[in-house]
């Protein structure tokens, strides 16, 4: 039972599909000939896709090699001071070490009284904000259009991780960004593709330099299949019913709360993607429920996977001050949209069971 789609999703069979036939194409985009311009309509098919989704112009959709590029193309070169809410994903938190935190509740949400102080003291120098649109380990939704106003008062860009938001909130609630961010691998695309959403009137400047492609803003010959994959992905979207899923989301969490009523589920006062649930087990800990779920096959993470392999305290549960225990007792488990009530119940049966393994007399 795989339960791990923040951390990527499996390939939609559409998706699937389209690529079968896109393994055939031949001819570098920015070539003349006919091959190469047959490649460039598949290109700028997908861009108008993206484009219509996130109602811009497709001269606004950058693609680049997944959202840990777009994310240091904006960090890395803004020349303001930097404003970064302590949840970001670690490729927003590192790229840019010189940049100050803006805090968040208890909760996991943005703190704007914090934020709007940071943006006074700064006014006059064009700072850049950065606050993603939900947590990739939480799944607390930020409230992007306040942040947006107050961004708006101070003459601030803003930056928006929207990598786990898309396709499960309304992309209206978060696309008032000056610029954002989206992966092709959390949407049922390859991964190793993402792209860059801007506004018209925005210009980033290029983090790689080469041959010009993406209007200069992105050198290197396009990803073909990624970009193919992702077009697909976003398009068929629509046909998401995360309705259902936040119904199972809620089922879940209720069985484990009348089970284990000292069960804590983080951020469980405000609103989550439909398909997250971060949750502590009293007692035990991740790394040993991790390997005791995977024994029965089922797939979840600790807060936040890093590249190691190894599991680490999670940066995101120690800025809303969760206890250093609790963090340690810490698993996410995330859905998708095939994921069913029955594999919910078996997942509950699971966590039960190793629950009363470890609280035996
Ligand atoms: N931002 C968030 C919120 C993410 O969850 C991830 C993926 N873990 C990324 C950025 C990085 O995306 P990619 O794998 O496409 O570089």
């Not at 108008?48 to 777009?70: C, L, P, R």
């Not at 200069?216 to 992702?230: A, K, P, Q, V, W």
């Not at 284990?260 to 997250?276: A, C, D, E, Q, Y």
């Not at 800990?285 to 797939?299: C, G, K, R, T």
Request: aromatic fraction near 6%; proline fraction near 3%; charge should be neutral.
């Amino acid at each position: 039972m795989y339960c791990d789609y923040n951390a990527t999703a499996p390939l939609r069979d559409s998706v699937k599909k389209e690529l079968m036939s896109a393994f055939d194409l031949l001819g570098n985009p920015s070539a003349v000939h006919s091959y190469g311009r047959n490649v460039r309509g598949c290109i700028e098919r997908a861009r108008n896709t993206i484009a219509d989704y996130f109602k811009t112009d497709a001269q606004n959709v950058i693609f680049t090699s997944g959202a840990t590029e777009a994310n240091n193309m904006i960090l890395k070169n803004h020349k303001g001071p930097v404003f970064l809410s302590s949840i970001e994903h670690s490729s927003v938190f590192n790229a840019r070490i010189d940049a100050q935190s803006i805090a968040v509740n208890e909760d996991g949400v943005v703190d704007l009284y914090h934020l709007e102080s940071l943006l006074k003291n700064a006014e006059g120098t064009m700072p850049l904000v950065a606050v993603m649109a939900a947590n990739n380990e939480t799944g607390v939704i930020q409230p992007i259009q306040d942040v947006f106003n107050l961004c708006k008062k101070y003459q601030a860009l803003l930056h928006v991780d929207a990598v786990q938001a898309v396709g499960k909130l309304e992309q209206e609630t978060y696309n008032c960004a000056t610029t954002m961010t989206i992966s092709g691998h959390k949407l049922g695309a390859l991964s190793g593709i993402g792209a860059l959403i801007k506004k018209s009137d925005y210009h980033p400047t290029a983090l790689i330099n080469g041959g010009g492609q993406e209007r200069r803003m992105r050198s290197g010959t396009e990803n073909i299949l990624g970009i193919i994959s992702l077009g697909k992905a976003i398009e068929d979207l629509c046909h998401d019913d995360w309705h259902s899923t936040q119904h199972i989301r809620e089922h879940l969490e209720s069985m484990m709360l009348k089970a284990v009523p000292n069960t804590i589920i983080f951020g469980h006062k405000v609103s989550r993607l439909p398909n997250t649930i971060d949750v502590a087990m009293p007692g035990v800990s991740s790394d040993l429920q991790l390997m005791l779920f995977d024994q029965q096959n089922i797939a979840i993470s600790s807060g936040s996977a890093c590249s190691s392999g190894k599991i680490q305290s999670s940066r995101v549960l120690k800025a809303m001050n969760v206890d250093p225990l609790l963090i340690n007792n810490a698993i996410r488990i995330s859905f998708g949209t095939k994921t069913t009530l029955d594999q919910a119940e078996d997942l509950f049966k699971a966590w039960f069971g190793i629950y009363q393994k470890h609280h035996k007399k």
